[in-house]
């Protein structure tokens, strides 16, 4: 069982660059999210997927955007990198909006 | 800002011992989840309490929920090295539209062999 599975692992950006962050779930769930976490801050939600075709926005959405490509991918893209999106990013999914929720090993993200 | 807020931030206990950590939130709630996250990896989830339960058990976990004080307690007992981790409670609305989970800023347990 894979469960969720997220890419890349780690990354090193410059200022201004961009990527993209790929989350794919194999449990067949509704519900995906993405959060990032900062030291001492705990998670924060920067965007959900209710459902497949429907996004949201989170706590802290600035600066991000996302693409619920089909009911297993949920993706992440940073436009223009900043240095204040250093974190590591956790991707995470559930069958039922309350359940709970299974999380990725993250991706860990510098801006120089 | 956040929802949950655990307590202590860190705690150092010997094997065996008993380790009990605590969540307090601001708003009412239809679920609470406490998570573990071991170094380096994701979170995973422990155990859920709802609203109406005061206690509930897995294992070597106990949770228990006071919803007039808006607090969570998670106790583990005869703790072992493995349970060297962070923990961290979750909260999520009553309203609908409101589901998500609001995640506090941790406990961080470690268990001295």
């Known amino acids: 069982n894979a469960g969720v599975t997220q890419t890349p692992k780690f990354q090193v950006l410059k200022t201004g660059q961009s990527m993209t962050l790929q989350c794919a779930q194999d449990?067949?769930?509704?519900?995906m999210y993405w959060y990032r976490q900062d030291p001492g801050m705990g998670l924060r939600l920067i965007y959900y997927?209710?459902?497949?075709?429907?996004?949201d926005k989170g706590e802290v959405p600035n600066g991000y955007n996302v693409s619920r490509l089909n009911k297993r991918e949920f993706s992440l893209r940073l436009e223009s990198a900043a240095p204040s999106q250093t974190s590591v990013y956790f991707c995470?999914?559930?069958?039922?909006?309350?359940?709970?929720?299974?999380f990725g090993d993250g991706t860990r993200l510098s801006i120089l | 800002s956040q929802q949950g807020e655990e307590d202590p931030q860190a705690l150092s206990i010997q094997e065996g011992e008993n380790a009990t950590m605590n969540c307090s939130y601001k708003?009412?709630?239809?679920?609470l989840q406490w998570y573990r996250q071991n170094s380096g990896r994701g979170l995973v989830h422990l155990i859920l309490?709802?609203?109406?339960?005061r206690e509930k058990h897995s294992g070597r976990l106990r949770v228990t929920l006071d919803t007039s004080k808006k607090s969570s307690s998670l106790l583990i007992t005869a703790s072992r090295a493995a349970d060297t981790a962070s923990y961290f409670c979750?909260?999520?609305?009553?309203?609908?539209?409101?589901?998500?989970?609001?995640f506090g800023t941790g406990t961080r347990l470690t268990i001295i062999p």
């Open positions: 995470a999914s559930t069958g039922q909006v309350r359940q709970p929720q299974h």
């Open positions: 979750a909260t999520d609305g009553t309203n609908f539209g409101n589901e998500k989970l609001t």
């Open positions: 708003t009412s709630i239809n679920n």
């Open positions: 997927s209710a459902s497949e075709g429907t996004t």
């Open positions: 309490i709802r609203s109406n339960e």
């Open positions: 449990m067949n769930h509704n519900s």
